[in-house]
């Protein structure tokens, strides 16, 4: 018997209170805000943008495609070309409304994630560590914001076992709504680091905007918190006033109660010894870096208390793979030989650009290769910006980071304390360093590059994979 549609259209008319025009004669079994990726029998929200109304793409969506838009105003195109939802006001709300509906009718174990660093690696392990034990709905992306988790809400299938969502944030007060939304049975912090600072007074109010997360787990919920990291007590302390009981701490720490005991880490993935509430578990982390192995412990964790197969889960680690943006690795073809690319573009803090660069000083070169690290502005830091972006030289120096390449004026401060032979290009923009990184490639080099999503690093990324060709090879 074939599954029922993700959506039918009395279900989305119930819960979003529109109106529906015309008939739907396709299965809706998707949602789309985009018309560049509408598969037959989407169900297209037409959201308002800051800079683009997707009321102007109704047809277009319904014309590639789409069993289904969901408008707040009509026009006689948008009714020639297919049915339409009305909804009152904005069809945001009308998606907040059916991601909502979604969530009440799922079985599915929920767990929420937020954290100044390492959500989406997190969340993607989640996704191939649950999934190992039954269906598991996860968002694409980084979808974490106002309209990212309604919507991955709205994609969760009906007979999903578990659901994994990012919950992000770089403000007081947005986490709150999102995990009133999300409602998850286990909610994992990460860690709280100075990201976003610019935006907060303090890194103890980063803290308590994390904590918001806490404001929406279910009753006999968990809460699962970094015992390394130095916010552990302020919160575990919000977990409590939140009513949360039971509290899973994880890391190096002796007390933690999911521990590593012992950690090899290789350039390409790590060996984890760990201690997961009293179960010992000996696994393969398909993601290389210490940072990684941290938050494996995480999912473990959330595993454990959600009711997964444990060694299942652990055994499943082994191939998790990196986001894009952080920490994909690429084997090119260089003349006389190949050379390494960490694509870790697409984004940067201090905490976060650490990691990366102890990932680039564990890479293995080949003969005669260097580590270089091409640095783009890490932003919103606030008054300290210049001296974080200073103080990274401590990084570039404890790794053995050959050459540095710096793009935009804050990295410019890193710039003048690297010595004269590890200098590579300074410039004030990405695309500036375009031609003199190309050019400074050679076979052996491993290039790691890294910055702030408004530093534009991914550019370069896609510069040197369109330079030289992938390579074919196990790693």
Request: net charge neutral; with cysteine.
């Amino acid at each position: 018997m074939a599954e029922p549609a993700l959506w039918t259209a009395d279900e989305l008319v119930a819960a979003s209170g529109g109106k529906l025009i015309g008939a739907v004669s396709k299965p809706l079994n998707g949602v789309s805000i985009d018309t560049r990726t509408i598969a037959s029998g989407d169900i297209f929200v037409a959201i308002r943008g800051e800079t683009h109304d997707a009321h102007d793409f109704v047809a277009k969506a319904l014309a590639a495609g789409a069993g289904l838009a969901i408008v707040s105003r009509v026009t006689d195109e948008m009714k020639a070309a297919g049915p339409l939802l009305v909804v009152d006001n904005d069809p945001l709300e009308g998606l907040v409304k059916i991601g909502r509906e979604s969530r009440a009718r799922s079985q599915a174990q929920i767990v929420g994630v937020t954290g100044s660093v390492g959500k989406t690696s997190t969340k993607e392990m989640l996704r191939v560590a649950l999934g190992a034990s039954g269906l598991t709905h996860s968002s694409v992306a980084s979808f974490n914001n106002h309209w990212g988790v309604p919507l991955t809400l709205a994609r969760m299938p009906r007979n999903a076992a578990y659901g994994v969502f990012e919950i992000g944030m770089n403000h007081v007060g947005e986490i709150t709504p999102l995990v009133d939304m999300v409602r998850p049975h286990a909610a994992i912090v990460t860690n709280v680091a100075p990201v976003h600072v610019g935006n907060f007074n303090s890194v103890e109010e980063i803290a308590d905007a994390k904590a918001e997360i806490f404001s929406g787990v279910q009753a006999g919920g968990h809460a699962v918190l970094n015992r390394d990291n130095a916010f552990f007590d302020r919160l575990a302390a919000a977990a409590r006033r939140a009513g949360i009981q039971n509290i899973i701490s994880f890391g190096a720490h002796e007390k933690a109660d999911v521990k590593s005991e012992r950690v090899a880490l290789h350039s390409t993935c790590s060996c984890v010894t760990a201690d997961v509430m009293g179960e010992k578990l000996i696994y393969k982390l398909g993601l290389p870096g210490e940072h990684m192995v941290l938050n494996s412990l995480a999912v473990l964790a959330a595993a454990k208390v959600m009711g997964a197969d444990l060694a299942r889960a652990a055994l499943a680690l082994a191939v998790a793979e990196a986001a894009k943006g952080r920490g994909v690795h690429h084997y090119l073809r260089i003349e006389s030989g190949e050379l390494l690319l960490i694509d870790e573009s697409y984004n940067a803090n201090p905490v976060s650009m650490a990691a990366a660069l102890a990932l680039l000083g564990r890479a293995k070169t080949g003969k005669g290769g260097r580590r270089i690290a091409v640095l783009g502005d890490m932003l919103e830091l606030g008054k300290d910006g210049a001296s974080l972006h200073a103080e990274l030289s401590k990084a570039v120096d404890a790794n053995k980071v050959d050459v540095v390449y710096a793009a935009g004026p804050l990295m410019a401060h890193l710039w003048e304390k690297t010595p004269e032979e590890r200098r590579g290009a300074s410039a004030n923009t990405s695309a500036e360093l375009k031609d003199s990184l190309l050019d400074g490639l050679h076979a052996g080099d491993v290039v790691m590059i890294k910055g702030s999503l408004g530093s534009r690093m991914g550019p370069l990324v896609d510069a040197i994979k369109e330079r030289f060709a992938p390579l074919n090879r196990d790693h």
